[in-house]
């Protein structure tokens, strides 16, 4: 399935507020192609099997820990096969729908997901880009690690990102993590954190 307005990503936002690369070699993060761009259509904070996309979700289908419904694949384009199936052996895009989140007036996503924090990123060459909406991740409490990166060569940006113990750790967190069978080893490289505004919590980014 081909989504007019996201044919060209740009994964490096104009202004970068918060630019930070886990390895003084890191490759440029636009040179990175991109095989599966998966759209957040939904402000929830759930992995239901319906027909909108969550950032949870969307997280849960990079790492192949969760399958995508049939109406949830009309928010999925991958190629060079159009097959609608993200996951491990696909470098994938999470991108933000600007109607559900307009850029001049940010949408929430509030983490109130029993899990907590959202899914790790463990399988590497993965992106998390509002860079075409308005997008707030709120961790409620400050009690939460809101992103966590276990892998390589993966990217976060153009999130306003609030209220978490913290906002972006590359590496363990405090409470035990269990890896799924596919994961990288430490330590993680090349992953870039650019145009980010963290906020209101405890630690914003952690390598």
């Known amino acids: 399935m081909s989504r007019t307005g996201y044919s060209a990503i740009l994964l490096v936002p104009a202004l970068l507020l918060v630019a930070i690369a886990s390895s003084a070699t890191a490759p440029r993060v636009d ?11 939904s402000t929830a904070d759930n992995a239901a099997a319906d027909a909108v996309v969550t950032l949870r ?20 384009s991958c190629s060079p096969v159009d097959d609608d199936n993200p996951g491990v052996d696909r ?3 999470i991108v933000f729908d600007p109607e559900v989140f307009p850029p001049d007036v940010p949408a929430t996503i509030a983490l109130t997901h029993p899990d907590g924090g959202l899914p790790a990123l463990y399988t590497g060459h993965d992106s998390v880009d509002a860079g075409f909406g308005g997008v707030i991740i709120d961790g409620v409490n400050d009690a939460l690690d809101c992103f966590l990166i ?10 306003t990102i609030t209220n978490c113990e913290t906002g972006i750790l590359i590496g ?31 630690i914003g980014i952690d390598l």
């Open 150 to 159: 276990l892998s390589d060569t993966n990217t976060i940006s153009g999130l």
């Open 172 to 202: 363990f967190s405090i409470a035990p993590v269990a890896v799924p069978s596919g994961g990288s080893s430490a330590p993680y490289e090349f992953n870039t954190i650019a145009g980010n505004v963290i906020n209101g919590g405890v």
């Open 57 to 76: 979700e969307a997280m849960l289908f990079a790492t192949d820990e969760e399958v995508p419904t049939a109406p949830e694949k009309d928010q999925i």
């Open 31 to 41: 040179a990175v192609t991109f095989s599966c761009l998966i759209v957040v259509n």
């Open 91 to 93: 470098n994938d895009a």
